[in-house]
């Protein structure tokens, strides 16, 4: 704990924010982000609020790790990404019948870019860095959908 | 004073001068409250790998602009690749949103992409060094803020996060 009332120790967490555990721990997210930095944040993230995830760099691996396995609840897809974008990576998985809630990750906050980012079949945007609150946001929206 | 609180302070004060001069802002709260028992270097972990590929994006622009023939489109791609990465992580205020005192007007990104498109080898040298100048002032700033960290936490305190 603090010693001097600056404000609150290290590891309060993200937890605190409200979200039941027994909900999150059945949640299953893949991040799809070709910054090391950005996925080893997103990853974190998501562990601490309990939800199992799996990271990719592009919307290739993307597609691939649908093509071989379950569904994801939840895809945090990065735009700008080599080999495949996440533009065509969200058009892609949206036409091979994928429903799960993806939600667009990105720095760049074009509005033509974000419009068409939207239009690829987005069910949330969020600007980058992806913190504890936005992140519950998208949970909280993830579990009225269902 | 006893000495864990000395230290303490002493990190407290530090951590307040690095979000008063914009070296960190918000974002590294949030870093920091991703830090747990069961994840104790979380922090150091992705400042590291920050610095790491930092590192690499600019070396790779140092090199792209040494060529005889210069593909601006992958100096402004790397900048880009720059500007973004560096936003995605608390470094970025004084980077590149550059609200540093009521001087600063432009963003040293935004110029550097304009030099780009202006194809002005002068203007995208300037601002490299200007980029590497202030990545490793960060670093250096960082460095000295682990070191007193460690130096609290071995000495038996615990680190208190820094309320903006």
């Known amino acids: ?146 | 004073m006893d000495y864990v609180t000395q230290l303490q302070k002493q990190l407290v004060d530090y951590t307040a001068s690095l979000f008063h001069e914009k070296f960190l802002d918000e974002q590294f709260n949030q870093l920091q409250q991703l830090q747990d028992e069961s994840n104790p270097d979380f922090v150091v972990e992705v400042v590291s790998l920050f610095f790491e590929d930092s590192e690499r994006l600019l070396n790779e622009l140092g090199k792209v602009l040494e060529q005889q023939i210069i593909d601006y489109r992958k100096v402004d791609a790397h900048v880009h690749q720059l500007k973004g990465s560096s936003s995605r992580f608390s470094l970025g205020t004084r980077f590149f949103h550059g609200s540093i005192g009521a001087q600063r007007v432009q963003s040293v990104c935004i110029t550097f992409r304009n030099y780009c498109e202006e194809k002005n080898i002068e203007g995208c040298l300037k601002c490299l060094q200007q980029v590497k100048h202030e990545y490793s002032l960060v670093k250096s700033k960082l460095d000295t803020l682990f070191k007193l960290e460690k130096q609290l936490v071995a000495a038996g305190g615990s680190i208190p996060t820094y309320v903006v």
Not at chain 1, 53 to 60: C, I, L, P, Q, S
Not at chain 1, 118 to 130: H, I, N, S, T
Request: with cysteine; aromatic share 2%; charged share 25%.
């Open chain 1, 1 to 146: 704990m603090s010693q001097n009332g600056i404000g609150n120790s290290v590891g309060s967490g993200p937890s605190a924010l409200a979200l039941d555990p027994a909900t999150t721990y059945k949640i299953t997210a893949l991040v799809v982000d070709d910054d090391a930095v950005t996925g080893m944040i997103h990853r974190r993230l998501l562990d601490s609020l309990g939800v199992k995830n799996e990271v990719v760099r592009n919307g290739k691996e993307a597609i691939n790790v649908h093509r071989s396995g379950n569904p994801f609840d939840l895809i945090l897809m990065d735009m700008e990404m080599p080999v495949m974008n996440g533009i065509e990576a969200t058009r892609e998985l949206r036409r091979m019948g994928i429903r799960s809630m993806i939600a667009g990750v990105s720095s760049c906050s074009g509005d033509r870019e974000k419009q068409e980012f939207m239009e690829a079949g987005l069910d949330d945007f969020q600007e980058k860095p992806l913190t504890a609150t936005k992140l519950v946001s998208i949970l909280h929206k993830l579990n009225k959908k269902d």
